[in-house]
Each structure stands twice: as structure tokens, then as C-alpha cells.
């Protein structure tokens, strides 16, 4: 399931734009694979409007992991059910293998971050909070304590937490531990980038964090645009808003698993509002869409952008309600799938299936547009949700009433699983 959740604030003439991206982790087989990816770098000072620069400041979490193939004997074994993408949260992970029919129930007690010490958390000094990081957040401490009622502050915390919490649970399961990268760009901010490769179970996990500002660049603006964005205004207007998704992108359907993932972000939803899970869910299924495949990528989730009402604070709970069931709605389906073996034709249709994703990814997905065209942009962090290997097959197509064709389908004809 992939998990992408940004916050954006834009001012006209020097004005400070502020974008969280938080996209989650992938998946090998029954499940998926899951991608987190930088959204927003932004470039250098460049005028859009007469007498007025567009000033960009944002703040970007991006995660992705992608299953391993393992030998027990003379058995293949390994994550290939985790192939899928997994989205932003906290919490720690499953201990032991989960199996039969309560996997699902001791792997949710096992994940889940009980709410009176999430909110004691919160509630504890930046300095405190930011030990429990995988690295010093990018913004330096003494400055988010001075604006800690800020919401540039309490997105960026949010991420970094996240962060955190997924890397720990991700190395939990995997027994690897993530190789961490702080850097800066020139033009404005910096970022905190965590890979894991070549582990146990994930070939590949990475969980990014970008904090970037600057002036945006027209190509920027563009890509702005072409959502309805309307970058003019009088000096010192704001613009903000709140985006973010997830989707499962598994190899084979497993309806259980499906039922589980949809249900925990429907949850989530279902504390702010009604709609949310079903407006997501159908906005969800129109993104993640490989338009000249005619599938999607996965099997659905949720999808939002522009989301700039009732209110700030409203809006950020609802985010802070989605980061958390990353670890929630990903881990058990890891769990439950970790010791499963395969054949040789599974595998080569695993791979086949992330050379769709990644046909999205580099085609389609906003967050990478923006940010390869974006000057100053850490290319090594936005590339980082691809998998190591992929396949791309001349004119494959799976035998009727197969497995392969059973996920085709679901991919062509997206399904409601709750």
C-alpha cells in the first residue's frame, strides 16, 4: 500500500508554501509493494507574476519497501504476499508468526499505539520528542520550539515520528537496520532519507523525509496549476492545503487481506466523516491509474488533495488519524505472509507487476513529475521507491481462470472491499 500524505501552505510574494508528503511502503505478493517518495523540493527563485516571486516551503515524508525472496531448504520461501505498498503511522511491530485465523486480531494488538501515550507524547517538549527520531529533524530544534504552535512544526514533527515509528517496525520484522542519509539543498531546506536493502524479507525499504523551501519555479507553478491551483493574489495571501493516499498494489488477491487494509483506513476515516472513505476511496481509485494499461496500480485505498476545509486544525487531525494506521493496516498482512513459499512462475509474475508500478510511478505520479522537474532535487530520494528489479514481458497476458488473471481483473474492474 503506498501512503502519501502532504500539507501545503503557499503566500504570494514571499510567501511560505509548506508541503508534507508522506507516501508509505510496498510490498511483495498476496499483499503488494509499498513506496514513500519525496514530494516537494522546490527550485530556484524564479518570477511568476509581475513584481511577485512565489515563495515555497515544504515538508515531505516518503516511504516504499519491497518484498525478498528467501530459501528455507529446498523450499523458496519469503515476502512474496508483500508486495504491495504500505502507508505513514507509528507503532511497533508483530513479534513471532502470525498464522490461522487470529493472525489478523494478535498482530493488531501487537501494533497498535494506545492513544493516551500518543497524546503524552505530544504533549512533551520538541528537544524530548526528537530523540525518539531516526536522525535531528531537518528544521533545527531551538526553531521548533520557538514556533512550536506552528503548523510547519506540527507537520514536520508529525512526519518525523512517523518516520520513526515505520523505519523501527519495518527493521523489527525485516531483523536489517536502515542506513540513514541526512542532506541539504542549496536552494532551500533538506531532507532525511532511511534505506534498508537486501534484507531478510524487504530487497528494498525506504522511508524519506523532505523539508524544503524556495522560490517555485514556472514548471513548478505548472504542475500546481494543473490541479486548479490559482497561484495569484494580493501580497501576503495564503494559500494551504492537505493531501495524501495509500493504496494496496498486491501480486494476488487475497480477500481477507483487502477486507483488513480497507477497513483500518475506513476507520480512520469514519472519526472525521462519513463521506471521507467513500469519496477517497473512488478518488483513490481514478489516481492510481495506469491510463495506457487501463488498470490500476493496486487494489484501492484512499486519495486526497487540496483538502482545505473546515478548518486547519480539522484537517490536520484527519492526517494525523491516517499516519497512524499505516503500521495498523500494513504490518499484519506482512505478518500473515512472511513464511508463505512460491514457485518461479509467482515470482516472474511479481516482477511482472512491478513494471506496472513502476510504468505509474515515472508516467504518472505527481510527487516524482514535481520533483525531477524541480532544480536542486535529490534524485537518488525520489527514485528510491523503485524496486531493484522489475519485468516487462512482450504481450503477456495471464491464462483465463489463474490467479494472475483473478488480480487482472481486480486491477480493470476496481471493486468496493468493504
Not at 534505506?195 to 522511508?207: R, S, T
Not at 514548471?219 to 497561484?231: D, N, T
Not at 487501463?294 to 480539522?314: A, K, M, Y
Not at 505509474?360 to 536542486?376: C, E, I, M, Q, S
Request: overall charge positive; proline content about 4%; glycine content about 8%.
Amino acid at each position: 500500500m503506498a501512503t502519501i500524505v502532504f500539507y501545503s501552505v503557499n503566500k504570494t510574494a514571499h510567501s511560505a508554501a509548506r508541503r508534507c508528503l508522506t507516501s508509505p511502503l510496498k510490498r511483495l505478493a498476496s499483499a503488494g509493494e509499498s513506496v514513500s517518495r519525496l514530494a516537494s523540493t522546490h527550485s530556484r527563485s524564479v518570477p511568476l507574476l509581475p513584481g511577485t516571486r512565489w515563495f515555497s516551503r515544504g515538508t515531505g515524508v516518503r516511504f516504499m519497501s519491497h518484498g525478498t525472496a528467501g530459501w528455507s531448504g529446498n523450499t523458496r520461501r519469503g515476502a512474496l504476499a508483500l508486495s504491495g505498498a504500505a502507508a505513514v503511522t507509528a507503532a511497533a511491530a508483530v513479534a513471532g508468526f502470525l498464522a490461522n485465523t487470529d493472525h489478523f486480531q494478535r498482530a493488531e494488538m501487537a501494533t497498535r499505539v494506545p492513544r493516551a501515550a500518543k497524546e503524552t507524547g505530544e504533549e512533551a517538549d520538541i528537544p524530548q520528542r526528537c530523540r525518539g527520531f531516526m536522525s535531528p529533524p531537518v528544521t533545527d530544534i531551538s526553531v521548533l520550539q520557538g514556533n512550536k504552535d506552528e503548523m510547519r512544526t506540527k507537520m514536520e514533527m508529525l512526519i518525523m515520528e512517523t518516520q520513526a515509528d515505520f523505519c523501527k517496525a519495518l527493521e523489527k520484522v525485516d531483523g536489517g537496520t536502515f542506513r540513514v542519509d541526512r542532506w541539504k539543498r542549496k536552494e532551500g531546506g533538506g531532507g532525511i532519507s532511511c534505506v534498508m536493502q537486501d534484507g531478510k524479507v524487504f530487497e528494498k525499504a525506504g522511508v524519506n523525509v523532505s523539508v524544503v523551501f524556495g522560490n517555485l519555479t514556472e514548471e513548478a507553478a505548472k504542475q500546481m496549476r494543473s490541479r486548479g491551483k490559482v497561484l495569484k493574489g494580493k501580497d501576503g495571501t495564503k494559500q494551504w492545503w492537505f493531501g495524501g493516499g495509500t493504496d494496496l498494489t498486491p501480486v494476488y488477491i487475497d480477500k481477507e487481506d483487502a477486507f483488513h487494509f480497507h477497513k483500518t483506513l475506513k476507520e480512520a476515516c469514519d472519526k472525521h466523516h462519513p463521506q471521507h472513505y467513500p469519496d477517497f476511496k473512488k478518488w483513490c481509485d481514478r489516481y492510481f491509474y495506469v491510463r495506457h494499461r487501463g488498470e490500476t496500480r493496486g487494489i484501492g485505498g484512499i486519495f486526497f488533495d487540496d483538502l482545505d476545509s473546515p478548518n486547519q486544525e480539522e484537517v490536520f487531525s484527519f492526517v494525523k488519524s491516517c499516519a497512524r494506521t499505516v503500521v495498523p493496516c500494513y504490518l499484519p498482512i506482512v505478518y500473515k505472509h512472511l513464511n508463505d513459499s512460491f514457485s518461479d512462475e509467482e515470482k516472474d509474475w511479481q516482477q511482472v507487476r512491478r513494471g506496472r508500478y513502476v510504468e505509474f510511478n515515472l508516467v504518472y505520479d505527481r510527487g516524482v513529475k514535481f520533483g525531477l522537474a524541480t532544480p536542486g532535487s535529490r534524485i537518488e530520494s525520489i527514485l528510491m521507491s523503485l524496486p531493484l528489479t522489475a519485468r516487462w514481458e512482450y504481450m503477456h497476458e495471464p491464462a483465463k481462470g489463474t490467479r494472475e488473471a483473478e488480480m487482472l481483473d481486480a486491477l480493470r474492474n476496481p471493486k468496493d472491499w468493504v
